[in-house]
């Protein structure tokens, strides 16, 4: 069993990892991924020219993984949830130089909203996007001994950018995934259905569980959950992914970054980032294969900010 501390380090690592996965396979439908590929994506590679990340390299990660550091940072700084603090991080990240990490649409608008100094809780955008989902992670990990406050935090963080119930909702269903995981706790669909609000991401957790009860692969649990960057069906996804494949973490993220369909268009660095986080964080550290997890941009980051929100975390909860 992996200690505390292996847990937070694999959480954040894991994430990394299958962003990083699943990176290549963005925006692909299962035609295209074979095209330029020549299959099934098994380990980090560039990008096809053709790809919304296509100046990027093998192993690095998206803006998926640069979100989490940003999160975890200000939790480590703040001692918690400080939402003026946050901003200021979010803010610092939009200016930085765009390198062609895919940043999405309502995210960069949101953080543009809080720049021109609209108040947190109203800079968000009305959509259904998956980027307080990431974002969740960390919040998992600092509040994991109250999921209540962790759900509670990850609803307010998603203001920022997401203002949207079901991107609130996907927030809160990973905030409950990971707080639970680290307490080696596999939730519950009736345990995450307790933690949302709309009665859409319920009936998408009913569809996880009818999935995982017929023993459907990932194609056919692709046509029923879908495998979108929209919260709920990113969400649903990595989860069925990580409950099928709980103990393997490269079965796990390697599903979750090919996730692609025949006619559908996957997130998949969003979907394997959070398998990778989940398993991560159930597996632990060691459970990682070294070919990824030395080579993965921004490992030693991920190690240093691990420790620190472990700490952190320690002491805050203490």
Known sequence: MPSLLETFIGCLLGAAIGDALGMPNEDLTLQ???????????????????????????????DDTQLILVVAESLVKSNGFNPEHLSRKLIDWLDMK????????????????????????????????????????????????????????????????????????????????????????????????????????KNKLDDVERCLGKSYGVPRAIEILGNSSIAHETVALALFIFLCETSHFEAAVLAGANAVGKSKKGDTDSIACLVGAMSGTYNGIGALPTKWAERVESNERLREVGLQLFEAASHGNT
């Open 32 to 62: 295209e991924r074979n095209l330029y590929y020549g299959g099934e994506i098994r380990d980090f590679r560039d990008p096809h020219d053709n790809t919304p990340c296509r100046s990027l390299r093998a192993g690095q990660h998206t």
């Open 98 to 201: 765009d390198d062609g990490r895919y940043r999405g649409e309502a995210t960069k608008q949101g953080i543009k909203n809080l720049k021109k100094g609209v108040p947190w809780r109203d800079a968000g955008v009305d959509k259904a996007g998956c980027g307080s989902a990431t974002r969740a992670i960390p919040f998992g990990l600092y509040y994991h001994s109250s999921i209540n406050e962790a759900v509670n935090y990850a609803r307010l963080a998603s203001c920022m950018t997401h203002n949207n119930d079901l991107a609130k909702d996907g927030a809160a269903c990973i905030a409950t995934i990971i707080a639970s995981l680290i307490n080696r706790e596999v939730p519950t669909i009736v345990d995450l259905k307790n933690k949302v609000e709309t009665l859409e991401f």
